[in-house]
């Protein structure tokens, strides 16, 4: 399968602050990525497709001046916390889809908002 | 009622022995079948991928699908304790604008003893 890498793994920052989260694609060419969130003992949710070249499309209820994604090249895509506060503490991991349809997610991010 | 249902367990069996993991589905539209495997703290590991009712065997694994009830099954054999996680279900639309778009059951947590 496709492998997919995260980083940082883990970022701890201040209320208020921007972080950033890399996905890369490291065997594979993307042109289409997903950003998930995942809570404490809860299954993960869609945040947003992530379209090489294009502007994201962001799932009902998810903020897209708050959680800003670009994805650049086939590679890799950002996705920026903006202004960050305690509610958005949570595991954030991204996935590629291959041609045949089949997804890989990357090790993940855990993000802690103090 | 959640589009997807996935018993949360937990599960807990002796080594060796068979495992059964099961979700329903009420939206026909789910065209493609994941399931997925998850540690604490870690990124989902697909396991399986069907897109057809039927059975499909990888090693210890048989993912099974039955379309007409809205059913889907992961069976394990031979469990060993490094089996001891979460397993998600997971599943898509064919095509269109909800084409990758993973909708997860809510995991089931196994733990295989000794």
């Known amino acids: 399968g496709a492998v997919v890498s995260q980083h940082p793994s883990w970022v701890i920052c201040k209320s208020g602050t921007s972080v950033k989260i890399e996905c890369r694609s490291l065997?594979?060419?993307?042109?289409?990525m997903f950003w998930y969130r995942q809570f404490p003992k809860q299954s993960l949710m869609l945040m947003a497709t992530s379209n090489e070249g294009s502007k994201a499309t962001y799932e009902q209820g998810v903020e897209k001046d708050k959680f800003l994604i670009n994805h650049a090249s086939l590679t890799l895509s950002t996705l920026t916390v903006t202004s960050a506060h305690p509610e958005d503490s949570s595991f954030y991991i991204c996935?590629?889809?291959?041609?045949?349809?089949?997804?890989?997610f990357g090790p993940g991010t855990r993000l802690t908002v103090t | 009622q959640k589009e997807v249902e996935q018993d949360p367990g937990p599960l807990s069996v002796p080594e060796g022995a068979i495992v059964s993991l099961n979700c329903t589905y009420s939206n026909s539209a789910f065209q493609y079948f994941m399931w997925y495997r998850q540690y604490s703290r870690k990124g989902p590991e697909l396991l399986m991928y069907t897109y057809s009712s039927g059975n499909k065997e990888d090693g210890r694994f048989t993912a099974q699908v039955d379309k007409s009830s809205k059913y889907i099954s992961l069976f394990i054999r031979d469990s060993q304790p490094s089996d001891s996680a979460t397993y998600l279900c997971a599943m898509s639309r064919a095509g269109g604008t909800s084409y990758g778009k993973l909708t997860f059951g809510q995991g089931t947590i196994l733990t295989v003893h000794p």
């Open positions: 996935s590629i889809m291959t041609a045949f349809g089949e997804q890989y």
């Open positions: 065997d594979f060419q993307a042109t289409t």
